[in-house]
């Protein structure tokens, strides 16, 4: 029972990532000490798995698929989504300087962990560091497109933006934003869930179908990286995260807005400023130490997942 807890428990710090714009579930699960598994685990979801139903029935397909190990990190991701939803995502509306500087205390300390991982550094790692801490900084900098409506697109979409969300230091959501298609899927998904409109079914099916795509590819990509070259894998998943800490400043300007599902007025483009030029309160001390709190909590997570680890082993 106690395994069991803490792995939920993972999982809600997993599901309370999610819900902010910029932060990855991926960072949490590997600073956890689950990310691998979780990667094997999201990888048994192939056809092979319908071969073992159909031959060795539901215990022997739930052995493969991990589920012990899928279910209460599921249902604690489910917790943490509310959770975040609920109370961070209040933080988030009047105490913006805060809730970022927690997680970028978070993310710093994360992108040490994750380098401390790298065996050795030789060119090809660093090149991949390099090239991925340019690449994840150019994305919090372009603007986003405009979108296609197109079901080819949509189907797309889904399968870059579910890919975002086991790779630490880049969200689905933001993925999303960038590619257009954030102000359309999502008051598609909320109006077939609140009025059942059939017209939009189709859409969020097929958007379903590029995730469900996107998440067994990726997984059983990045597997099998980790397996044959998991060093350059470290050195290019520390890149992304040290790249996105743009994305996640305290301090950021609007430049312009958009109109969410909701219609409210929500920024849309920010700049990154020092606390003395930003335009609203600072809560600089706070700040200061929730960015603290942050980084501390990497070690924390750390401390569980090598508990985990042993008791693996045990």
């Given at each position: ?5 803490i ?5 809600m ?5 999610e819900?902010?714009?910029g ?9 956890t ?7 094997d685990?999201i990888k ?7 071969t073992?139903l159909?031959k060795?029935g539901?215990?022997a397909?739930?052995k ?7 279910l ?9 989504i ?8 209040h933080?988030?509306?009047?105490y913006?300087p805060?809730?970022?500087a927690f997680?970028?205390g978070l993310i710093?300390?994360?992108v ?7 065996e050795?550094w ?5 090149l991949?560091?390099v090239?991925?801490t340019?690449?994840a900084?150019?994305?919090t900098?372009?603007s ?5 409506e197109?079901?080819w697109f949509?189907f797309?979409?889904?399968a870059?933006a ?5 790779l630490?230091?880049?969200s689905?959501?933001f993925?999303?934003l960038?590619?257009g298609?954030?102000s359309y899927?999502?008051?598609v ?8 409109d059939?017209?939009?079914?189709v859409?969020?099916?097929v ?7 996107g998440?067994?590819t990726?997984?059983r990509i ?6 044959n070259?998991?060093?350059i894998?470290?050195?290019?998943l520390?890149?992304?995260?040290l790249?996105?800490?743009?994305k ?16 409210e007025?929500?920024?849309?483009l920010e700049?990154s400023?020092l606390p003395?030029i930003?335009?609203?309160e600072?809560?600089l ?20 997942g090598?508990?985990?680890?042993q008791?693996?082993?045990e």
């Amino acid at each position: 029972m106690k395994h069991h807890v803490i792995i939920a428990l993972k999982g809600m710090a997993m599901g309370i990532a999610e819900t902010i714009p910029g932060v990855s579930g991926g960072t949490i699960a590997f600073i956890t000490g689950i990310y691998e598994k979780l990667l094997d685990s999201i990888k048994a979801f192939a056809p092979q798995l319908f071969t073992t139903l159909r031959k060795e029935g539901v215990a022997a397909s739930w052995k493969q698929i991990n589920g012990p190990f899928l279910l209460p990190l599921g249902i604690g991701m489910v917790m943490g989504i509310v959770f975040g939803v609920l109370v961070v995502s209040h933080f988030l509306e009047n105490y913006p300087p805060i809730i970022w500087a927690f997680f970028f205390g978070l993310i710093v300390s994360s992108v040490i962990y994750i380098a401390r991982q790298v065996e050795y550094w030789k060119a090809k790692e660093i090149l991949g560091f390099v090239g991925a801490t340019i690449l994840a900084f150019w994305l919090t900098m372009v603007s986003p497109a405009s979108g296609n409506e197109a079901l080819w697109f949509v189907f797309l979409s889904g399968a870059i933006a579910i890919s975002a969300l086991i790779l630490p230091g880049i969200s689905g959501s933001f993925i999303l934003l960038i590619m257009g298609m954030y102000s359309y899927i999502l008051p598609v998904v909320k109006n077939v869930l609140s009025t059942f409109d059939t017209s939009g079914l189709v859409v969020m099916g097929v958007f379903s179908l590029g995730c469900l795509f996107g998440l067994t590819t990726f997984a059983r990509i990045l597997s099998w990286t980790f397996k044959n070259y998991k060093s350059i894998t470290l050195a290019i998943l520390t890149g992304f995260m040290l790249g996105s800490l743009n994305k996640i400043w305290p301090w950021r300007n609007t430049i312009s807005t958009r109109i969410n599902s909701s219609g409210e007025e929500v920024p849309f483009l920010e700049k990154s400023v020092l606390p003395n030029i930003y335009e609203g309160e600072t809560f600089l001390l706070l700040s200061i130490i929730a960015a603290i709190l942050g980084f501390i909590s990497v070690f924390i997570f750390e401390k569980f997942g090598n508990q985990e680890e042993q008791n693996i082993h045990e």
